[in-house]
Nanobody
Framework: VQLQASGGGLVQAGGSLRLSCAAS????????LGWFRQAPGKEREFVAA????????HYADSVKGRFTISRDNAKNTVYLQMNSLKPEDTGVYYC?????????????????WGQGTQVTVSS
């Protein structure tokens, strides 16, 4: 599986962005998908994940209520809608895919990673 993330950019605090991650492969629907981010000088952290079933999602407390993860299996794409952005949301955002049916918040549980897309939120 190859993942290609896009949609990052520069936005003012309070604004919105939608990240997309397009995947290759015919078994996209059988992967759990996640978004992680890494701010300068900090470790990579979990943001959101969605299971095989789009009804199962999980969010980091820091983004709960502001971000929404979704997937379109027909388009082999996972999305991250980010609203009410804050300067602390700044970082490189990575999408990841894992074979496990159970969604995970730990990066090592994912098998494939995209190249990352930069999100910068100005105050």
């Amino acid at each position: 599986v190859q993942l290609q993330a896009s949609g990052g950019g520069l936005v003012q605090a309070g604004g919105s962005l939608r990240l997309s991650c397009a995947a290759s492969g015919r078994t996209f629907s059988r992967y759990s998908l996640g978004w992680f981010r890494q701010a300068p000088g900090k470790e990579r952290e979990f943001v959101a994940a969605i299971g095989w079933s789009a009804g199962i999602t999980h969010y980091a407390d820091s983004v709960k209520g502001r971000f929404t993860i979704s997937r379109d299996n027909a388009k082999n794409t996972v999305y991250l809608q980010m609203n009410s952005l804050k300067p602390e949301d700044t970082g490189v955002y990575y999408c990841a895919a894992g074979r496990s049916r159970i969604i995970a918040t730990i990066g090592s549980e994912y098998d494939y990673w995209g190249q990352g897309t930069q999100v910068t939120v100005s105050s």
